[in-house]
Nanobody
Framework: QVRLVESGGGLVQPGGSLRLSCASSISITRLNVVGWWRQAPGKERELVAV???????NYAGFVQGRFSISRDNAKNMVYLQMNSLRPEDTAVFYC?????????????WGQGTQVTVSS
């Protein structure tokens, strides 16, 4: 069973940057898809960005070129670089991994890291 631990959240001013990290307890080459999701107070959790084992990426429309997801297979890490942050980006950010082994499909969430964008 994989364990995911997020870090890198914090308080940042509008227009600032943060890099979130997601550490996996197993080799991320065993994770078919890893994504970042976020949940703002009173809102549903929503997808931010995903990256596949092959390195393909996809982003939510609200990202608008501000965020970048990447993976470091040697360190078993997935990152989310966030630039030009806005107050509406304030949320708890979660890392989610999907493992597909034969007919088995396993989803794992991290515990989340708080991002607050405020002056």
């Amino acid at each position: 069973q994989v364990r995911l631990v997020e870090s890198g959240g914090g308080l940042v001013q509008p227009g600032g940057s943060l890099r979130l990290s997601c550490a996996s307890s197993i080799s991320i080459t065993r994770l078919n898809v890893v994504g970042w999701w976020r949940q703002a107070p009173g809102k549903e959790r929503e997808l931010v960005a995903v990256i596949t084992l092959g390195g393909s990426t996809n982003y939510a429309g609200f990202v608008q070129g501000r965020f970048s997801i990447s993976r470091d297979n040697a360190k078993n890490m997935v990152y989310l670089q966030m630039n030009s942050l806005r107050p509406e980006d304030t949320a708890v950010f979660y890392c989610k991994a999907v493992q597909i082994t034969g007919s088995d499909y396993t989803t794992t969430w991290g515990q989340g890291t708080q991002v607050t964008v405020s002056s």
